[in-house]
């Protein structure tokens, strides 16, 4: 794959403020991955601005000299873009465009573009300009930039209100038909689901960028396209694999996020619908993130909202390869109290922490997939021999 050149990058800054609730140190750690979230959408960050702030300004987001300093700063170095990593207010937004005068994304506008760009099969792409169309609705006054030197008075208060009447009931329009569509394809989807018999399903849940997919291939021999980049899965895969005569079914699942749009949950419901019906959950964590704790939380929130919280779950701790002893604050958020940070240190406080029968894997070199391949065949033959207790037979206990 060929990586974009830095000169065509869109050049962008990254606001962000800190609260009580938000301290310096976890800003730091969203805007690293909005950071992340920019660059897999095409931009490059060229400086950060953060404010400590009770509570975000109603008007404008950022306190009055705060907006004057990114003012100065957009002029003197040419910025396309500026992005804030909480979702704005319709109002926000418009007061900040005519202040800033340069385009503004929010958190929920980032993700919903890097949806757009990854999104490959059709049913994706209505799903994605579904959850566009329901964030842009209400924003559609800011939107019509060519209307602004209309300040009313005689003979002008006529046509601004009308466009933006008629292009509101053009986007209305456009959801009740995006709507109908993804009624029809569920209705096909869940026929596909109900032809698939009787097999075990086991699904893929977990922060984006985990390594589900590299897991995927590791474990059913499929190629799934996988890249280190947020979201680079949208489309449900499914593939059957067999281990030790045993086959189920194994699906790949969208990634999640914090602060993933309730846009987007909406209109995925069919995707996550795999999730919903699953019989076993394996959930993927990135272990060489410093944050992982926290995407676990997010998950797990999400796997709530879709009532999926319930369901028998296997944690599979990815990407030992990379672990890194020196992660800043993960000694504080696991109470190791221990001289040193190593793996096996973590692994054991984890291990409380979960289960027992927690994994440790790198689905790139393959560590240990051989003893997660295992257990995840005792797991679905457990299952299996509870719903076929006749088949027993055929698939020996190997614990």
Not at 217 to 242: M, P, Q
Not at 246 to 254: A, R
Not at 316 to 334: A, P
Request: hydrophobic letters at 35%.
């Amino acid at each position: 794959m060929i990586e974009k050149s830095s000169s065509s990058l869109e050049r962008t800054v990254l606001v962000g403020i800190i609260t009580l609730e938000q301290p310096k140190t976890i800003l730091e750690e969203y805007l690293n991955e909005l950071n992340f979230l920019t660059y897999t959408a095409g931009g490059t960050v060229v400086k950060r601005f953060t404010q400590k702030m009770d509570s975000p300004d109603p008007k404008t987001f950022l306190g009055k000299g705060k907006m004057e300093e990114l003012s100065s700063y957009i002029k003197i170095h040419e910025i396309n873009s500026v992005i804030f990593d909480d979702e704005l207010s319709p109002a926000q937004q418009s007061n900040i465009e005519k202040q800033l005068r340069c385009k503004i994304v929010d958190r929920t506008g980032l993700i919903l573009d890097i949806f757009a760009q990854r999104a490959k099969t059709s049913y994706a792409r209505n799903q994605v300009e579904l959850a566009q169309y329901q964030y842009i609705l209400p924003r559609l006054k800011g939107l019509w930039t060519h209307l602004e030197r209309q300040k009313g008075g005689i003979g002008m208060r006529g046509p601004g209100e009308t466009e933006i009447e008629t292009d509101r009931r053009i986007v209305r329009n456009k959801i009740n038909l995006l709507k109908k569509k993804l009624v029809v394809i569920d209705k096909q989807m869940s026929t596909q689901r109900g032809n698939r018999g009787s097999l075990v399903r086991a699904a893929l849940v977990g922060y984006t960028n985990v390594g589900k997919s590299t897991l995927m291939n590791s474990i059913s021999k499929a190629k799934v396209f996988a890249e280190d980049k947020l979201f680079a899965t949208l489309d449900t895969t499914v593939r059957k694999v067999v281990i030790e005569n045993m086959p189920f079914l194994l699906t790949d699942t969208v990634g999640f996020i914090r602060k993933l749009p309730t846009q987007l949950v909406d209109s995925f419901k069919s995707t996550l619908t795999e999730i919903t019906e699953a019989d076993l959950l394996i959930h993927v964590v990135d272990i060489s993130h410093s944050n992982f704790n926290e995407h676990i939380e997010s998950v797990n929130l999400i796997l709530h909202e879709i009532n999926a919280s319930d369901k028998p779950t296997i944690v599979v701790f990815n990407k030992t390869d990379k672990f890194d002893k020196d992660i800043e604050g993960i000694e504080n958020k696991f109470d190791l109290n221990y001289a040193d940070n190593s793996l096996d240190t973590l692994k054991k406080n984890l291990k409380k922490q979960f289960d027992e029968k927690t994994f440790f894997i790198s689905a790139l070199n393959k560590e240990e997939i051989n003893n997660f391949r295992k257990d995840l065949y005792s797991q679905v033959r457990k299952i299996h021999v509870t719903r076929f207790p006749y088949n027993a037979f055929l698939y020996p206990d190997l614990a």
